[in-house]
């Protein structure tokens, strides 16, 4: 259960090292784009995901039970994030057209926000990846508290 879980951990990493690459490189990080995900918020999914990462790898190196249980609370809270920024994706992804700099209503060139860049089968493997790794962490945590 322990290596299932950090190869699925993995390979959530890299749909979502994908995502955030192609997020920062269509300039969501530049002044003048508007993006619905807030910055703040996807770096410290980020963030929390990677130290819970570095968690789990720790816990499998030395066995550590309370390792394990650290690991999951992280988790929980970037699931959380996750979830948060799906939801703020969606519209996004359903608009038909280009929001204007500065805002609907607003004349200048029209530029898309970021995220409308992400392709639906990474963000949907993403999800469904993130969701199996929270589960198995439990299910080891849960198992490493009865050996």
């Known amino acids: 259960m322990h290596i299932a879980a950090l190869i ?6 890299l749909g979502g090292f994908y995502l955030l690459g192609t997020w920062i490189a269509k300039g969501a990080l530049r002044s003048r784009v508007s993006s619905h995900l807030p910055a703040p918020v996807l770096f410290g999914h ?14 499998m190196a030395v066995g550590k039970t309370p390792l394990a249980w650290t690991a999951f609370g992280l988790l929980v809270p970037v699931a959380l ?3 948060a920024m799906f939801a ?3 519209p996004t992804v359903r608009a038909d057209r280009a ?3 500065g805002g609907p209503g607003t004349p200048g060139a029209a530029i898309e926000a970021p995220e409308r860049h992400f392709p639906i089968p990474v963000v949907l493997a ?9 589960i198995l962490v439990l299910i080891a945590a849960i198992q490493a508290n009865g050996s």
Request: charged share 5%; glycine share 8%; no cysteine.
């Open 8 to 13: 699925t951990w993995l390979i959530t990493a």
């Open 46 to 59: 980020f963030l929390l995901a990677a130290v819970g990462l570095v968690v789990w790898i720790v816990y």
């Open 88 to 90: 703020r994706w969606l």
């Open 99 to 101: 929001v204007p700099v």
């Open 81 to 83: 994030l996750g979830l």
């Open 126 to 134: 993403h999800g469904a990846f993130a969701m199996t790794t929270v």
